[in-house]
């Protein structure tokens, strides 16, 4: 059960159907946990746009880059020609160029990219080494491959699996955590949907309650606990925005993540790449040259709802991770305990 | 009294001695308050980096750029020479030239500056149109003037002063607030303060309770509501920061006005300016060619603290400024409430 | 007679009917000279895209910062929102204020603004203080709102003129240049001008020719020669371009700039304004909410024409300030020399 | 020969010993040259800022993006710590994975970095495949690991080798360019270096002369004809620059393409890396906490020189590529010539 289901609210805007990134008609999510031994925890998350072939029908997108101490692939180009044209992977840092060999491999596989000489994978990651041993690179081409192959509509696992299966956050145990917002029919009735790989620090608020003080885990209270770590985190909507406008909503969900207590501390590569899955803004790989493009788009002056919701949604997906993950324990006998999560339903309430 | 005083807390770390940007040593602040008959509702505050001539003495800088809509003037030159080398003024949208024209007076009449012949004027603003009579533009050269040369150190007067005299945050009185940490010695013990003119909507948190909610106030309950507005913050420390960390730290300030219910709706403008008063850092206007600049800065390991107290500072600062504001009457007989403080120390108990 | 007429030639793709940015359907362009006394040399430009109520009408638009050394007003909630909503103005640096002013009241007086409480002026400058009695502020408010009025299309003046009264470009005397492209049917047959306000200084070459070297002005031709100085470049197209697009373009105007030798120095404020005049691409300043904006755009793969033709005008533009400027005496008895424009063109030969 | 060689100049600056990248004291370079069969024309080539431990050792760095469509790793951190830690890596578009791997295994396997977690690869490429079977992804790990070790100082091989065998530049064969600059002693006596994978399109200029015309080689003579392609840049000074300044440097770098006769087409990867070897400036991995960073940099008023240098060197070092390059038959039997070099001496004189 989630903190929603337990009673503690985030905001005002309702969610979709699964309260998942793929309340986004058309989104697939796939995940490879990789548990093996007592040293690799790790694994791979693949979000899909849409189910067709991502190259020939890019959909418009845009990065933001909350805090860029990361390996985050595939930036500038999305950020030059605002648009996505493979699938997102999101897996551990050292294996970002599998992530990409991967991404590669499928974009020149698919049929109809025989000719393709050129791909924008778009690959992220978080440092899962305190649990994995990350050094190891155990993430293969043929994992991320199958990742993606893997991706499926419908609700999505959240919590220790994919590439959140050995993340950490806020000193508990971190993972992946998805949340989504409906926007009512007189703002536009538009779907928006969060996915996260949570394992940053910071000071923990849930609900507003202050939980990191509360128990005891908070940044600095000696000098020796760190806070750094990374969040990654995706966005998708049907709204149909433009680049411009994809990149301030992107720019808003580091807003969501600091309601969760998360401060961007100076080791955290914390990035948000958020795209739209409205069907009349694919932009076909092929064109006649020098036809326009027909687009309809939202209006400036209508993007503030949508604002709101990639806030909320953001700040629940984090709490999410947190309360779907359980106690893992990895490389070295360490161990990272699961959030107390009764504990705080019982200071909510 | 504060929301401090009343109970609330803000975070972890320590205040300064005023809890005001005028912690940090050296830093001046000046307010011009200008209510007249029913439409005047406006005013003028200046924030001084030192007490000496700035333009020969410039200090490194950094602006980040929250939301754009809005006119601050002087962005660029900030950005590519990483340097401030006026006092910042805030006041209301239509009198930025008023502000700029005022400020590179006074910059060209200081002792010293006589062959000067061009200036970067630092102007910020946000809109206080509902209650004052915008379009008079009211503000004078001579009045910026004034409010830069009036600047002292000491407590600051918040709410309903200076650039804040008009101002509305989340439906309810906005003004100006301040607040400040200081960073425990083990974490290098430097103060950080900031200043927020507040203007701006959204769906207000304060201290974690929904305060939004609750009292019926927030985003898109009715079509007919607006979360618009605009936030200009200012941050100063003496923690001797490169301008790169300095931008660094201004991106964390729009966390703090997230933890607020902040949206950044698309009207609003909002940007964070943040310099460094590290005497060591001072930018001379005249040196000899060729002759190396000699710094000593914080390195990026060790901007984590920082972050963290420009978050919580932020935030208490937004807070401070409706705690501080009082409800005003203005143009066309419209009336703009003091936040209900004592409901919401009520609920935070 | 410009450099074209006298044979040099400045790429492959032909000229509009006036080689000036008016070639672009719709644009008009307005000088104030202001030249008196020993001292004052001066004046501003005006450049309206389009002859309606522009905020009413906004057009796409982009800013790229070549060297943020310089005071253009305007410049976030042109990146923030993809629009200009004013005419755009140039003067010298500090007079800037007065022509946000001027802009401004330009705007609220304009029939059907009478509500208007926000107005983003669009100002920018460079520094014609070797001339100039730029410390005594001569542009008035008055004069820029007469400079916007009396714009008009058809053939622009250049050199000696408006903004570029009193400026020095390379050693020589710099002043107000334009120039246009018309791209074939085949490439889509968009017309693209250019206007530029010329101060700036490097290693000046004329349709190849090193003229700079040849004529004993270049940089650091001894430890006393400065190439500081700005400009200011504005481009017009009617081809329909998304803002994204149009930033691309603003972006390839700097590689026009460093054809004629310029440098982009430390001290130079360099900037581009890029807008499209496409009908169809308007921005309504009124609009029902939730309603889309239907548009018709350029695909990205459609750009590089434009970027050729961009380049191409930028650097006529440049060399046309240059040839069409007089020799002026100004403040202090300086005096700064007509381009030796016979030479060249015998070099050339 | 080169063109410096033939007679041909370039600007004002004097060069250094080897007129190469290498001329910056400590940089090492290496290329691995991959032709095989008919159809494999690609390679790998690798610059080392300094020939210690890079990650133990950063080097301040900043990336400039002339062109963003392409698919450089590392782009981020570099950005936001504003250091390099690592060689760089250039090679074709679909082996940046192999890059990326390769160089993160030298990293992981470096005396004293036996704990490193996390290494941000800085790995560049253009697209060799008009020649090249790139979707054949020829290069391995190993092969680049064995260029990064097999780096060395003094003269560098130019044209058809390395990152640069299989390119293709103004529609002539391309490959591998080097050039440098000393500015006098007046101005600092500091040495500026520049390499460059040249592999774009657009209206070749040699010297002034409008080659591209009068060979009949430039963009939109026919529909048929494509400029797009790409060009990597990698900047080395020795001069003690801020990473602020060197994102300045960079930037300059695009000026020097521009002379060339490069468009930054739409379809360009354009990217420079810039990074400062003055040792008081290297970033150690482990310092001690709070401990401040003692820096000596160059004031931004004497950047200027630096300017003019990089955009010479660049300017040459491309056209350095395109001169030492010879005339390959590649993929499918496609053969691209060299350029007719003596045909523009001829010309020049």
């Given amino acids: 059960q989630g903190p929603r289901e337990l009673g503690i609210h985030f905001g005002i805007l309702p969610t979709g159907t699964y309260n998942a990134i793929t309340d986004v008609p058309g989104i697939k999510v796939g995940h490879l946990t990789k548990i093996e031994g007592n040293s690799i925890r790790t694994g791979v998350t693949a979000i899909l746009p849409h189910g067709g072939n991502i190259f020939q029908q890019k959909v418009p997108a845009a990065i933001y880059v909350g805090n860029g101490f990361g390996k985050l692939a ?13 699938p997102i992977v999101l897996t551990n840092t050292l294996s970002v160029a599998a992530g990409i060999e991967g991404t590669v491999k499928y974009s020149l596989n698919l049929p109809g990219n025989e000719q393709v000489q050129s791909v924008n994978a778009v ?3 978080t440092n899962d080494g305190y649990l994995n041993d990350i050094r190891g690179m155990h993430i293969s081409v043929e994992e991320v491959l199958e990742t993606i192959q893997s991706a499926k509509s419908g609700p999505v696992t959240q919590g220790n699996v994919g590439a959140g299966t050995g993340t950490v956050c806020f000193g508990w145990k971190g993972g992946i955590g998805t949340s989504s917002r409906k926007l009512p029919e007189s703002l536009g009735g538009y779907t928006l949907g969060v996915l996260v790989q949570t394992n940053f620090g910071g000071n923990l608020q849930i609900g507003g309650i202050p939980v990191g003080e509360r128990l005891g885990k908070y940044p600095f209270k000696d000098a ?66 020098g036809e326009l493009m027909q687009t309809e788009t939202l209006r400036n002056d209508d993007m503030t709802p949508l604002f709101l919701a990639v806030i909320e949604a953001t700040e629940e997906a984090i709490i999410n991770s947190l309360f779907a993950a359980e106690t893992m324990e990895g490389k070295g006998g360490k161990k990272v305990e699961k959030l107390p999560t009764e504990k705080i339903i019982e200071w909510y309430k």
Same sequence: chains 1, 2, 3, 4.
């Fill in 74 to 86: 595939g930036v500038t180009q999305v950020q030059e020609l605002g648009n996505l044209e493979t």
């Fill in 123 to 125: 690959v992220g990651e």
């Fill in 224 to 289: 020796l606990e760190k806070s750094d770590g990374s969040c990654m985190i995706v966005v998708a909507t049907d709204a149909p925005l433009s680049d411009r406008n994809l990149e301030r909503l992107a720019k808003r969900a580091m807003m969501g993540l600091a309601k969760t207590g998360g401060i961007a501390s100076n080791g955290s590569g914390d990035y948000v790449i958020a795209f739209s899955t409205a069907e009349g803004l694919r932009i076909p790989y092929s064109a006649k040259s």
